[in-house]
């Protein structure tokens, strides 16, 4: 079934003048321009008209010839094709903002947005798709309006219509429901401190808290709408009722520990205030916004809003340096009140830094009990390992606050992510690229890990061109394949290698057609005409033998492999290589300390050099990681405590580092 778009609001109504006076079976500029938007094409043949507006073919053209002689249609003959029509203020309107509305899907399709309708719909709607042609699409998920920053409904209403030009009856009906449904529980603490779920209804009490938690979670019941919960499962609960559909409102007085005076010593952004409000206002939540928008910077002004004292936990022991000097510099604490804790020192002081891997240790978890922590931050908080998550989880009474670079993921990790940390609170990302805050990047290097050992160890003992082949091989980018097209789930992708080898078992790993030479010619165009057509997202293509095909383009490319040993190398060849599918967002897949990684490095300063935007990311080993010697750590830990349970675990003794006694 066809999503109908609403009327489109048309800001300057230029398709609403003139009209009104028009005889009732004559066909009116605005509905043509209604046809067209139906269609998703400002050109139309009068077959198009006729049959989105359900009238006759003859009547149509006759009409449109009479549009044409007012001078407010254009017609255009292509000698093989029918005669096309388009408006003749066509040009005039392609500056103009329009806004249409598919309220079954929850779309919302906008062309050319000025900053103030982008602003509001980031507050109830998720952008999709920004790529200029096609304008913006939105769309509303629940989570959308479960987070929306608004104190009522009818606050959340007016941002709506102020989006979208008008109001949108059905769009809504259905916002309503999802406020409604977020505003149904909430967590209070009791004046003797104690914590309590409220519903709002004894129905909703019955229905669902009391069918979905048992005596685990709550002790007994209060009244009819309130249950007087367990001390520590206060998570669990926002997890299973935010699974049953209804988003738990955390109201708690949340504990600040020890305060600590904090001054910023930097003014924040307008962006970057609007999230630390957010935040204060929540008392927890995740800055979600791309690399460089200054997300640790705004992290400063939520530890100085906090005014406490603070843990942040972060991947890697180099991030967790770059904070403390970050810290220093940006506010008034000074090196004695920065503590950094992890395999290289152990220090714990109003502000401590600790990495993932130390904090998801038994023995280490003094770091979390030796404070009344008033802040924790989780940064990269899409990574946030389980057992971290498993451990933290009575940090509910705090204050919380996670940093993300990634658009957060679909899947359970959003559930683990909003009910450890908190609503994500967001800018428009293509706004800060507009405002020239952050630099949208055409081609982003990732030196990926290697993926298994096996691999690894065949790389160090061949040679010459085999090191190349084995390097552009690597099985981990098959990881980093499905985390990056997960991190776009809405984008046409094409995949390069330029081994078969690696060609076919990417595809069987994907699941996705692989497009080699070895490839029929009508199969190919067949692949390529359904990759145009939308019909397929997702295509392997090798490029051997293959320099000169017509490639369908594609919002996503990723060069698995095609950095450098072959005897075409060269600078034109890096080009080509790197820049696969004009237009499309493009990172390049590099082996972490192999050729490929010279060659990527080298390629990248003279990209640079020609003006391109080039990022490099580093993927840590698993995601989760730190190293190969914390890696050791937590194995020698993990053992340690199967071998003995958890009541000798203060013996376990460290043989890699000696342990440093926290400094208190
Ligand atoms: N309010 C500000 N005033 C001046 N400079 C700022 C401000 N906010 C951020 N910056 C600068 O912008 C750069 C990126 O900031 P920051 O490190 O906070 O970004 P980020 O989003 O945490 O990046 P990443 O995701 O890469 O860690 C830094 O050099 C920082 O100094």
């Known amino acids: ?51 989105t507006l359900e009238r006759s073919h003859d009547e149509v053209s006759e009409q449109l010839d009479h549009l044409a002689e007012r001078g407010d249609l254009e017609r255009l003959s292509v000698s093989t094709d029918p005669v096309v029509w388009y408006p003749s203020e ?13 309220p079954k899907r929850r779309e919302i399709v906008v062309d050319r947005p000025d900053q103030f309708t982008r602003a509001q719909l980031a507050q109830f709607a998720h952008l999709e798709d920004g790529n200029g042609e096609q304008g913006y699409r939105y769309v509303v998920r629940p989570e959308d309006i479960w987070q929306a920053p608004h104190d009522s409904f009818e606050e959340l209403a007016r941002t709506m219509r102020q989006a979208l030009g008008q109001r949108n009856e059905q769009l809504e009906e259905w916002v309503r429901s999802q406020w409604d449904r977020a505003h149904q529980f909430r967590l209070t603490t009791h004046e003797d401190g104690y914590t309590v779920l409220e519903a709002k209804s004894p129905e909703v009490m019955g229905n669902v808290a009391r069918q979905k938690l048992d005596e685990e979670h709550v002790h007994a019941p209060i009244s009819e709408t309130e249950d007087w919960v367990r001390e520590g499962a206060e998570a669990a609960i926002k997890r299973i009722l935010y699974e049953a559909g209804y988003p738990v409102q955390d109201h ?9 005076e904090i001054d910023l010593e930097v003014s924040l952004r307008e ?34 809003h906090v005014g406490g004292e603070t843990l942040v936990l972060v991947p890697s022991r180099d991030l967790a340096r770059q904070w403390a000097d970050t810290i220093q510099e940006y506010t008034s604490l000074g090196p004695h009140q920065i503590g950094q804790y992890h395999g290289g020192q152990k220090n714990v002081r109003p502000v401590t830094i600790a990495t993932y891997q130390i904090a998801g240790m038994d023995r280490h978890r003094s770091l979390f009990d030796d404070r009344e922590w008033g802040l924790v931050v989780f940064d ?8 971290v998550y498993r451990r933290s989880t009575h940090l509910q009474s705090r204050h919380r606050l996670g940093l993300s670079a990634s658009p ?40 990926v890990p290697w993926g298994d050992d096996e691999q690894r160890n065949a790389y160090v003992s061949a040679e010459g061109r085999e090191k190349y082949r084995i390097a552009a091989e690597n099985r981990g980018k098959i990881d980093e394949i499905r985390y990056l097209l997960s991190a776009h789930p809405n984008s046409k992708a094409l ?39 939308n019909e397929r997202d997702l295509l392997v293509i090798s490029r051997v033998g293959d ?28 080009g080509r290589t790197m820049r696969p599918a004009g237009g499309a967002l493009v990172y390049v897949l590099a082996t972490r300390g192999t050729r490929e990684e010279d060659f990527a490095r080298r390629q990248l300063q003279h990209l640079g050099r020609k003006g391109m935007t080039v990022r490099e990311q580093t993927v840590e080993p698993e995601r989760e990681r730190e190293d190969d010697e914390a890696a050791d750590e937590q194995a020698d830990a993990e053992a340690a405590e199967r071998d003995s349970g958890d009541a000798a675990e203060g013996d376990v003794v460290d043989e890699s580092e000696p342990e440093t006694e926290p400094d208190r």
């Not at 067949?526 to 057509?533: A, C, G, I, V």
């Open 1 to 51: 079934m066809t999503d109908e778009p609403s009327v489109p609001s048309d800001r300057d109504d230029s398709d609403g003048d003139g009209d009104d006076d028009a005889d009732a079976d004559e066909l009116t500029l605005a509905q043509f321009h209604e046809a067209s938007q139906r269609e998703g094409r400002p050109v139309l043949t009068a077959g198009a008209v006729a049959r």
């Open 90 to 102: 066509l040009e005039d309107l392609t500056d103009k903002e329009r806004v249409v509305v598919f």
């Open 252 to 260: 708690r007085d949340l504990e600040s520990g020890e305060e600590l």
């Open 271 to 304: 962006y970057q205030q609007t999230w630390v409000d957010r935040f204060a206002e929540a008392g927890e939540g995740v800055f979600v916004g791309p690399p460089g928008s200054g997300k640790t910077v705004a992290a400063m002004g939520a530890m100085a």
């Open 380 to 387: 990269e908080c899409q990574h946030v390992p389980s057992d």
């Open 408 to 447: 957060i993921r679909e899947d359970d990790r959003q559930k683990e992510i909003f009910t450890l940390v908190g609503p994500p609170i967001g800018t428009d990302w293509q706004a800060l690229f507009d405002a020239g805050f952050v630099a949208e990047p055409e081609l982003e290097i990732r030196y």
């Open 495 to 533: 995949i390069f290698v330029d081994y078969l080898e690696q060609g076919r078992e990417l595809a069987a790993a994907l699941e996705a057609p692989f497009v080699s030479g070895e490839t029929r010619h009508h199969e190919r165009r067949r692949l390529f005409d359904e990759f145009r057509r």
């Open 547 to 574: 320099e000169g095909i017509d490639l369908p383009t594609a919002d996503l490319a990723i060069v698995a492999s095609g950095l450098g040993g072959s005897r075409r190398q060269g600078t034109q060849r890096a």
